[in-house]
Nanobody, 123 residues
Framework: QVQLVESGGGLVQAGGSLRLSCVAS????????MGWFRQAPGMGREFVAGISWSGSTIYTDSEKGRFTISRDNAKNTVYLRMNSLKPEDTAVYFC?????????????????WGQGTQVTVSS
């Protein structure tokens, strides 16, 4: 059974940085596309960044340049480095895994989800 466990969230001031981690178990991690999504209070879940099995990345326009997704297949871990954080980045951040190797930006493309980690950015 695939399990995803996120960590690294917390409270940070505007302009600060955080690095989220997501450890996967129960899958052939190196063959899977991975993604990060977020959900703010009262809002739907939205795509943030995705990475293919080979390291190709995709981002939303608003996060491009501030956020960096990466992966370490030897550690079954995907990361999200977030710089220049803004109060509007406050949300629960979710890691997701898909059975296919390519990255994707839609919720429906992903098959497994973690429980999420809270990121709060104060102004």
């Amino acid at each position: 059974q695939v399990q995803l466990v996120e960590s690294g969230g917390g409270l940070v001031q505007a302009g600060g940085s955080l690095r989220l981690s997501c450890v996967a178990s129960g899958s052939t991690f190196s063959s899977n596309g991975m993604g990060w999504f977020r959900q703010a209070p009262g809002m739907g879940r939205e795509f943030v960044a995705g990475i293919s099995w080979s390291g190709s990345t995709i981002y939303t326009d608003s996060e491009k340049g501030r956020f960096t997704i990466s992966r370490d297949n030897a550690k079954n871990t995907v990361y999200l480095r977030m710089n220049s954080l803004k109060p509007e980045d406050t949300a629960v951040y979710f890691c997701a895994l898909r059975r296919f190797p390519a990255a994707a930006h839609t919720i429906q493309a992903y098959d497994y989800w973690g429980q999420g980690t809270q990121v709060t950015v104060s102004s």
